[in-house]
Structure formats: C-alpha cells, structure tokens
C-alpha cells in the first residue's frame, strides 16, 4: 500500500476556495440584511419628520442620523413635495437609495454593487 501523507492537506486545498467564497457569501447577505433594514427605518423616520410640518434641513438631519451606520448622504436622500410645497393632508415621499458594495471574491466583479432603495409615504398632517 502506498503512504497516503498529504491527502488531507490537498483535500483542504481542494475545498478551501469552496468554503471562502461560501463565508464570504453569507457575510454579503448580512451586510444588504442590514442595509435594507436600515434604509426601512431612515425612511420612516424621515417621512415622520416631513410628515409633522418639520422643514427639509430637519428632515435630513434626521436622515443622516439615522442612516450613521451604512454611511449616508444627503444626496441618496430624497424629499417630495419640497419645504415649501406641503400642505396639510397631501402626501410626502421620502425615497432613500443606497448601494452596498460585495466583498465576495468574484462575485463582485461579476455584479457590482447591490442598489437599494425604499420608499416611504406618509400624509402630512
């Protein structure tokens, strides 16, 4: 019978990249999980704000503070009507995009990075 030294060590280099990009993989999907989630929340907030007459720097300020943990900036954030168009009873919209890199090998080459985006309408009081 012939010596089987390093057939585990060649098996594990066979199943490593396997492995790699399937860590990799479930670490990109918690990271848009948490994205998306945040943006569900930042665009609640911020329609709330905009929603009780509060003015568009306010609305931001909001926005920004609640969007902290996934970077964002004013201009992924979106009001309509503006300041000076809401009216009581009327509609505002408040869409928030966001784009979360991946940092699966491959992968993100292939695909770029995940757009994300929520939308959220709430009645001005």
């Known amino acids: 019978m012939k010596s089987e ?5 060649v098996e594990f280099a066979l199943i490593l990249p396997v492995l790699a990009v399937l860590l990799f993989g479930v670490v990109d999907v918690g990271r848009m999980f948490h994205a998306s989630l945040t943006l569900d929340h930042v665009g ?4 709330r704000a ?3 007459q509060q003015g568009d720097a306010e609305v931001m300020a909001v926005a920004l503070e609640r969007g902290s943990s996934i970077s964002l900036t004013s201009s992924q ?3 309509s009507p503006g300041e000076g168009g809401r009216e009581s009873g009327e509609k505002v919209t408040v869409t928030v995009t966001h784009s979360v890199p991946l940092v699966t090998p491959f992968i993100e080459g292939w695909s770029g990075p995940v757009e994300l985006s929520n939308t959220t309408v709430m009645r001005i009081e």
């Open 5 to 9: 030294k390093g057939q585990a060590m």
């Open 44 to 47: 609640r907030e911020a329609a």
């Open 50 to 52: 905009a929603s009780v």
């Open 77 to 79: 954030v979106q009001v």
